[in-house]
Protein backbone atom coordinates (compact mmCIF):
# COMPACT_ATOMS: atom_id res chain seq x y z
CA UNK A 1 0.00 0.00 0.00
CA UNK A 2 2.53 2.58 1.11
CA UNK A 3 4.89 1.28 -1.72
CA UNK A 4 2.63 1.61 -4.26
CA UNK A 5 1.55 5.05 -2.89
CA UNK A 6 4.83 6.49 -3.19
CA UNK A 7 5.45 5.13 -6.65
CA UNK A 8 2.32 6.85 -7.81
CA UNK A 9 4.02 10.10 -5.55
CA UNK A 10 7.16 9.97 -7.21
CA UNK A 11 5.79 9.30 -11.11
CA UNK A 12 3.55 12.31 -10.56
CA UNK A 13 6.25 14.30 -8.81
CA UNK A 14 8.39 13.75 -12.00
CA UNK A 15 5.82 14.77 -14.16
CA UNK A 16 5.39 18.13 -12.56
CA UNK A 17 9.38 17.94 -12.88
CA UNK A 18 9.83 17.82 -16.67
CA UNK A 19 10.77 13.66 -15.91
CA UNK A 20 13.65 14.33 -14.00
CA UNK A 21 12.65 13.53 -10.60
CA UNK A 22 16.07 14.53 -8.21
CA UNK A 23 16.79 12.58 -5.18
CA UNK A 24 17.44 15.39 -2.46
CA UNK A 25 20.86 15.66 -1.96
CA UNK A 26 22.30 15.21 -5.27
CA UNK A 27 22.17 17.33 -7.77
CA UNK A 28 22.84 21.16 -6.10
CA UNK A 29 21.47 23.89 -8.54
CA UNK A 30 18.74 21.50 -9.80
CA UNK A 31 15.27 21.16 -8.70
CA UNK A 32 14.71 18.75 -5.89
CA UNK A 33 12.39 16.05 -5.50
CA UNK A 34 8.83 17.79 -3.64
CA UNK A 35 8.82 15.48 -0.35
CA UNK A 36 5.31 17.01 0.57
CA UNK A 37 1.84 14.81 1.04
CA UNK A 38 -1.01 14.70 -1.25
CA UNK A 39 -3.07 17.56 -0.72
CA UNK A 40 -6.21 15.89 -0.25
CA UNK A 41 -4.76 13.76 2.61
CA UNK A 42 -3.29 16.92 4.55
CA UNK A 43 -6.21 18.95 4.01
CA UNK A 44 -6.85 22.02 5.61
CA UNK A 45 -3.03 22.18 5.78
CA UNK A 46 -1.12 22.87 3.13
CA UNK A 47 2.28 21.54 2.03
CA UNK A 48 5.05 23.98 0.47
CA UNK A 49 8.18 22.98 -0.90
CA UNK A 50 11.13 25.07 1.26
CA UNK A 51 13.04 24.98 -1.76
CA UNK A 52 16.25 26.42 0.01
CA UNK A 53 16.09 24.72 2.82
CA UNK A 54 14.90 21.17 0.54
CA UNK A 55 12.50 20.78 3.45
CA UNK A 56 8.78 20.94 3.60
CA UNK A 57 6.36 23.58 4.93
CA UNK A 58 2.90 22.75 6.38
CA UNK A 59 0.63 25.74 6.73
CA UNK A 60 -2.59 24.92 8.41
CA UNK A 61 -5.55 27.64 8.28
CA UNK A 62 -8.82 26.94 9.11
CA UNK A 63 -8.20 23.77 11.08
CA UNK A 64 -11.60 23.09 13.33
CA UNK A 65 -10.85 20.55 16.12
CA UNK A 66 -7.85 19.13 17.76
CA UNK A 67 -9.03 15.67 16.57
CA UNK A 68 -8.95 16.98 13.17
CA UNK A 69 -5.13 17.85 13.43
CA UNK A 70 -4.18 14.80 15.19
CA UNK A 71 -5.85 12.74 12.46
CA UNK A 72 -3.76 14.34 9.65
CA UNK A 73 -0.70 12.74 11.04
CA UNK A 74 -2.47 9.25 11.69
CA UNK A 75 -3.89 9.06 8.71
CA UNK A 76 -1.49 11.00 6.38
CA UNK A 77 1.56 9.92 3.94
CA UNK A 78 4.14 11.48 4.66
CA UNK A 79 7.08 10.91 2.59
CA UNK A 80 9.92 12.77 4.21
CA UNK A 81 9.18 13.22 8.74
CA UNK A 82 11.50 16.50 8.33
CA UNK A 83 9.58 19.65 7.98
CA UNK A 84 10.60 23.10 8.43
CA UNK A 85 7.75 24.44 9.93
CA UNK A 86 4.18 24.29 10.83
CA UNK A 87 1.62 27.28 11.20
CA UNK A 88 -1.51 26.81 12.84
CA UNK A 89 -3.52 29.72 14.10
CA UNK A 90 -6.83 30.78 15.39
CA UNK A 91 -7.94 27.08 15.80
CA UNK A 92 -9.73 25.81 18.68
CA UNK A 93 -7.33 23.20 20.27
CA UNK A 94 -7.42 23.26 23.76
CA UNK A 95 -5.40 20.37 25.62
CA UNK A 96 -2.21 19.39 23.80
CA UNK A 97 -1.69 15.43 24.14
CA UNK A 98 0.92 13.38 23.78
CA UNK A 99 2.92 12.80 20.01
CA UNK A 100 0.67 15.45 18.85
CA UNK A 101 1.89 14.80 15.16
CA UNK A 102 2.97 11.74 15.65
CA UNK A 103 6.37 10.89 14.09
CA UNK A 104 6.73 14.08 11.64
CA UNK A 105 8.99 16.60 13.44
CA UNK A 106 9.83 20.24 12.86
CA UNK A 107 12.54 23.45 12.90
CA UNK A 108 9.74 25.50 13.78
CA UNK A 109 5.95 25.12 15.56
CA UNK A 110 4.08 28.06 15.36
CA UNK A 111 0.15 27.44 16.95
CA UNK A 112 -0.44 31.03 17.92
CA UNK A 113 -3.99 32.39 19.08
CA UNK A 114 -5.43 28.62 19.34
CA UNK A 115 -6.72 29.15 22.94
CA UNK A 116 -4.15 26.13 24.10
CA UNK A 117 -4.92 25.06 27.30
CA UNK A 118 -2.41 22.66 28.25
CA UNK A 119 0.92 20.79 26.68
CA UNK A 120 1.80 17.27 27.47
CA UNK A 121 5.80 17.06 28.14
CA UNK A 122 5.53 14.84 25.04
CA UNK A 123 3.41 16.93 22.83
CA UNK A 124 6.42 17.49 20.27
CA UNK A 125 8.25 14.55 21.24
CA UNK A 126 9.72 13.57 17.55
CA UNK A 127 10.76 17.47 17.10
CA UNK A 128 13.06 17.54 20.54
CA UNK A 129 16.33 17.33 18.59
CA UNK A 130 15.67 19.46 15.87
CA UNK A 131 13.38 22.37 17.19
CA UNK A 132 14.69 25.98 17.26
CA UNK A 133 11.51 27.98 17.62
CA UNK A 134 8.28 27.12 19.44
CA UNK A 135 5.74 30.25 19.48
CA UNK A 136 2.71 29.64 21.24
CA UNK A 137 1.34 32.75 22.28
CA UNK A 138 -1.95 34.32 22.70
CA UNK A 139 -3.14 31.08 24.42
CA UNK A 140 -4.23 30.28 27.42
CA UNK A 141 -1.31 28.23 29.12
CA UNK A 142 -0.12 28.79 33.05
CA UNK A 143 2.56 28.11 35.28
CA UNK A 144 0.83 24.82 36.01
CA UNK A 145 -0.27 23.67 32.25
CA UNK A 146 2.98 24.71 30.31
CA UNK A 147 5.85 22.01 30.98
CA UNK A 148 8.97 25.04 31.39
CA UNK A 149 11.45 21.91 32.89
CA UNK A 150 10.56 20.25 29.31
CA UNK A 151 12.77 22.64 27.45
CA UNK A 152 15.77 21.34 28.51
CA UNK A 153 15.18 18.56 26.16
CA UNK A 154 15.26 20.56 23.30
CA UNK A 155 19.13 21.14 22.83
CA UNK A 156 18.66 23.50 19.81
CA UNK A 157 15.38 25.80 21.08
CA UNK A 158 16.52 29.41 21.13
CA UNK A 159 13.31 30.92 20.51
CA UNK A 160 10.45 30.50 22.90
CA UNK A 161 7.65 33.17 22.25
CA UNK A 162 5.01 32.69 24.47
CA UNK A 163 3.55 36.02 25.10
CA UNK A 164 0.22 37.06 25.78
CA UNK A 165 -0.41 33.51 28.12
CA UNK A 166 -1.87 34.20 31.64
CA UNK A 167 1.24 33.24 33.35
CA UNK A 168 1.65 34.83 36.93
CA UNK A 169 5.46 33.41 37.68
CA UNK A 170 8.27 33.90 36.06
CA UNK A 171 9.67 30.49 35.32
CA UNK A 172 12.90 28.87 36.69
CA UNK A 173 14.60 28.02 33.34
CA UNK A 174 17.06 25.38 32.96
CA UNK A 175 17.75 25.36 29.41
CA UNK A 176 21.34 26.49 27.50
CA UNK A 177 20.06 26.52 24.57
CA UNK A 178 17.47 29.58 25.21
CA UNK A 179 18.56 32.78 23.39
CA UNK A 180 15.29 34.97 23.24
CA UNK A 181 12.11 34.67 25.33
CA UNK A 182 9.20 37.30 26.03
CA UNK A 183 6.45 37.48 28.46
CA UNK A 184 4.96 40.30 26.57
CA UNK A 185 1.24 40.20 28.28
CA UNK A 186 1.61 38.06 31.17
CA UNK A 187 0.51 39.07 34.81
CA UNK A 188 4.13 38.22 35.84
CA UNK A 189 4.94 40.98 38.38
CA UNK A 190 9.24 40.17 39.26
CA UNK A 191 11.94 37.34 38.16
CA UNK A 192 14.91 36.78 40.21
CA UNK A 193 18.60 35.90 38.99
CA UNK A 194 17.85 32.28 40.19
CA UNK A 195 14.71 31.62 37.56
CA UNK A 196 17.26 33.24 34.83
CA UNK A 197 20.70 31.84 35.80
CA UNK A 198 19.77 28.30 34.13
CA UNK A 199 19.36 30.25 30.94
CA UNK A 200 23.00 31.80 30.49
CA UNK A 201 23.13 31.81 26.83
CA UNK A 202 19.81 34.40 26.44
CA UNK A 203 20.26 37.49 24.54
CA UNK A 204 16.97 38.78 24.46
CA UNK A 205 14.00 39.52 27.76
CA UNK A 206 11.27 41.05 27.29
CA UNK A 207 8.51 41.52 30.02
CA UNK A 208 5.47 43.71 30.20
CA UNK A 209 2.91 45.08 31.35
CA UNK A 210 2.90 44.37 34.70
CA UNK A 211 6.85 44.04 35.96
CA UNK A 212 7.10 45.64 39.06
CA UNK A 213 10.32 44.73 40.87
CA UNK A 214 13.86 42.92 40.12
CA UNK A 215 16.77 42.70 41.96
CA UNK A 216 19.34 44.50 41.10
CA UNK A 217 21.49 41.20 41.04
CA UNK A 218 19.19 39.94 38.31
CA UNK A 219 21.25 40.02 35.07
CA UNK A 220 24.47 38.96 36.86
CA UNK A 221 24.45 35.54 35.45
CA UNK A 222 23.65 37.04 31.52
CA UNK A 223 26.77 37.32 30.02
CA UNK A 224 25.93 37.06 26.36
CA UNK A 225 22.74 39.43 26.89
CA UNK A 226 22.40 41.86 24.18
CA UNK A 227 18.13 43.14 24.75
CA UNK A 228 16.37 44.08 27.76
CA UNK A 229 13.17 45.01 26.82
CA UNK A 230 11.52 46.66 30.14
CA UNK A 231 8.99 48.86 28.51
CA UNK A 232 5.27 49.85 29.31
CA UNK A 233 5.33 48.58 32.88
CA UNK A 234 3.42 51.79 34.32
CA UNK A 235 4.11 50.26 37.98
CA UNK A 236 7.61 49.46 37.74
CA UNK A 237 9.83 50.31 40.62
CA UNK A 238 7.63 53.33 41.42
CA UNK A 239 9.26 55.46 38.74
CA UNK A 240 12.83 55.25 40.54
CA UNK A 241 15.73 53.60 39.06
CA UNK A 242 18.00 53.91 42.36
CA UNK A 243 21.43 52.79 42.82
CA UNK A 244 23.03 49.69 41.16
CA UNK A 245 19.35 48.59 39.96
CA UNK A 246 20.10 47.73 36.27
CA UNK A 247 23.19 45.55 36.90
CA UNK A 248 24.44 44.60 33.42
CA UNK A 249 27.19 41.80 32.65
CA UNK A 250 27.82 41.34 29.34
CA UNK A 251 29.84 42.86 26.83
CA UNK A 252 27.42 42.24 23.75
CA UNK A 253 24.93 44.51 25.54
CA UNK A 254 23.33 46.97 23.28
CA UNK A 255 19.50 47.21 24.08
CA UNK A 256 17.49 48.69 27.22
CA UNK A 257 14.58 49.67 26.93
CA UNK A 258 12.68 51.33 29.25
CA UNK A 259 10.28 53.50 28.10
CA UNK A 260 6.64 54.21 29.06
CA UNK A 261 7.55 53.76 32.54
CA UNK A 262 6.84 56.70 34.34
CA UNK A 263 10.27 57.23 35.33
CA UNK A 264 10.76 60.59 37.33
CA UNK A 265 14.14 59.77 38.81
CA UNK A 266 17.53 58.09 37.84
CA UNK A 267 19.63 58.18 40.21
CA UNK A 268 23.97 58.55 39.39
CA UNK A 269 24.94 54.67 38.63
CA UNK A 270 21.48 52.73 38.60
CA UNK A 271 22.20 51.74 35.05
CA UNK A 272 25.96 50.71 35.38
CA UNK A 273 28.02 47.55 35.21
CA UNK A 274 29.47 45.46 31.87
CA UNK A 275 27.73 46.50 28.60
CA UNK A 276 28.68 47.27 24.59
CA UNK A 277 30.30 50.43 23.65
CA UNK A 278 27.15 50.88 21.23
CA UNK A 279 24.50 51.32 24.52
CA UNK A 280 20.96 52.75 23.14
CA UNK A 281 18.74 53.68 25.93
CA UNK A 282 15.46 54.09 25.12
CA UNK A 283 13.77 56.54 27.79
CA UNK A 284 10.60 58.02 25.79
CA UNK A 285 7.64 58.65 27.19
CA UNK A 286 8.21 58.87 31.16
CA UNK A 287 8.78 61.55 33.51
CA UNK A 288 12.16 62.68 33.51
CA UNK A 289 12.48 66.53 33.99
CA UNK A 290 16.32 66.66 32.80
CA UNK A 291 19.18 64.96 31.41
CA UNK A 292 21.57 64.69 34.54
CA UNK A 293 25.41 64.97 33.63
CA UNK A 294 25.96 62.94 36.62
CA UNK A 295 23.26 59.98 35.36
CA UNK A 296 23.85 60.37 31.66
CA UNK A 297 27.53 61.51 31.21
CA UNK A 298 29.01 58.17 32.06
CA UNK A 299 26.55 56.73 29.65
CA UNK A 300 26.94 58.61 26.84
CA UNK A 301 30.48 57.93 27.41
CA UNK A 302 29.09 54.17 26.59
CA UNK A 303 28.14 55.85 23.32
CA UNK A 304 31.33 57.15 21.68
CA UNK A 305 32.19 55.04 18.65
CA UNK A 306 29.24 56.27 16.80
CA UNK A 307 26.64 53.63 17.24
CA UNK A 308 24.91 54.11 20.55
CA UNK A 309 21.92 56.11 21.09
CA UNK A 310 19.42 57.65 23.76
CA UNK A 311 15.62 58.36 22.94
CA UNK A 312 14.39 60.77 25.45
CA UNK A 313 11.24 62.68 23.72
CA UNK A 314 7.99 62.86 25.46
CA UNK A 315 9.62 63.21 28.98
CA UNK A 316 8.63 67.29 30.19
CA UNK A 317 12.34 68.00 30.06
CA UNK A 318 13.46 71.60 31.53
CA UNK A 319 16.22 73.24 28.86
CA UNK A 320 18.02 74.87 31.62
CA UNK A 321 21.93 75.33 32.43
CA UNK A 322 21.62 71.81 34.15
CA UNK A 323 21.24 70.23 30.46
CA UNK A 324 24.13 72.61 29.14
CA UNK A 325 26.78 69.86 29.10
CA UNK A 326 24.62 68.10 26.76
CA UNK A 327 23.62 70.33 24.84
CA UNK A 328 27.09 72.46 24.22
CA UNK A 329 28.98 68.77 22.97
CA UNK A 330 28.48 67.84 19.37
CA UNK A 331 29.68 64.65 20.21
CA UNK A 332 27.05 63.73 22.81
CA UNK A 333 24.37 65.24 21.32
CA UNK A 334 24.70 63.31 17.83
CA UNK A 335 23.63 60.48 19.87
CA UNK A 336 20.58 62.11 20.98
CA UNK A 337 17.96 60.60 18.77
CA UNK A 338 14.56 61.86 20.20
CA UNK A 339 13.93 64.16 22.58
CA UNK A 340 12.21 67.91 23.23
CA UNK A 341 12.61 70.19 26.02
CA UNK A 342 8.80 70.92 27.35
CA UNK A 343 8.41 73.90 25.29
CA UNK A 344 8.10 71.67 22.38
CA UNK A 345 11.32 72.36 20.75
CA UNK A 346 13.97 69.67 19.70
CA UNK A 347 16.77 69.39 21.86
CA UNK A 348 18.84 69.61 18.62
CA UNK A 349 17.64 72.98 18.12
CA UNK A 350 17.80 74.45 21.25
CA UNK A 351 19.99 78.11 20.71
CA UNK A 352 22.48 77.62 23.80
CA UNK A 353 24.43 80.98 22.27
CA UNK A 354 23.17 82.96 24.91
CA UNK A 355 23.36 81.02 27.75
CA UNK A 356 25.18 82.12 30.61
CA UNK A 357 25.82 78.22 32.58
C1 LIG B 1 -11.21 31.03 22.20
O1 LIG B 1 -12.12 31.19 23.27
C2 LIG B 1 -12.85 32.41 23.21
C3 LIG B 1 -13.67 32.51 24.49
O2 LIG B 1 -14.42 31.36 24.70
C4 LIG B 1 -13.72 32.41 21.96
O3 LIG B 1 -14.42 33.63 21.87
C5 LIG B 1 -12.81 32.27 20.75
O4 LIG B 1 -13.59 32.20 19.58
C6 LIG B 1 -11.96 31.02 20.88
N1 LIG B 1 -11.01 30.99 19.78
C7 LIG B 1 -10.82 29.90 19.05
C8 LIG B 1 -9.78 30.02 17.99
O5 LIG B 1 -11.44 28.89 19.24
C1 LIG C 1 18.34 21.05 34.29
O1 LIG C 1 18.32 20.23 33.14
C2 LIG C 1 19.30 19.21 33.15
C3 LIG C 1 19.29 18.52 31.80
O2 LIG C 1 18.03 18.07 31.47
C4 LIG C 1 19.04 18.27 34.33
O3 LIG C 1 20.01 17.25 34.36
C5 LIG C 1 19.08 19.08 35.62
O4 LIG C 1 18.73 18.25 36.72
C6 LIG C 1 18.13 20.26 35.56
N1 LIG C 1 18.34 21.12 36.72
C7 LIG C 1 17.33 21.57 37.45
C8 LIG C 1 17.71 22.46 38.59
O5 LIG C 1 16.16 21.31 37.22
C1 LIG D 1 32.27 66.20 24.42
O1 LIG D 1 32.44 65.02 25.17
C2 LIG D 1 33.54 64.22 24.78
C3 LIG D 1 33.51 62.93 25.55
O2 LIG D 1 33.49 63.14 26.94
C4 LIG D 1 34.82 65.01 25.02
O3 LIG D 1 35.92 64.24 24.59
C5 LIG D 1 34.74 66.30 24.24
O4 LIG D 1 35.87 67.10 24.54
C6 LIG D 1 33.49 67.08 24.60
N1 LIG D 1 33.34 68.23 23.75
C7 LIG D 1 33.06 69.44 24.22
C8 LIG D 1 32.91 70.52 23.22
O5 LIG D 1 32.90 69.63 25.44
Redesign the pocket.
Known sequence: MLATLLLVFVCLVGATHSGQPNIPGKDVGQPRLDLCPFASEIYPCQCTWAVDLSEPDLYCPHIESLEQLQNIFLTAFFPTKWFWRIRVS????GDLPEDLFNDVHFDEIRLN???ITSVHPDAFRASKPYLDTLELYSN?LTDETFPWWSLSEYPKLWRVHLHHNPFSTFPTLNTSALEDINFWETPITTFTRDQLKGAPNLRILEVNPNLESFPADAYLDLGYLEELDLSNNPNLLGGQLSFGQVTLNSPNFKYLYLSNNAISNIEVDAITGVTSTRLKLFLEDNLLTTVNEDVFKPLMDRMLDGWGELDVEGNPLVCDCDMYWLLNNATFLANVRTGSCNDGQYLHDVDISTWVC
Open positions: GAPLSCNL
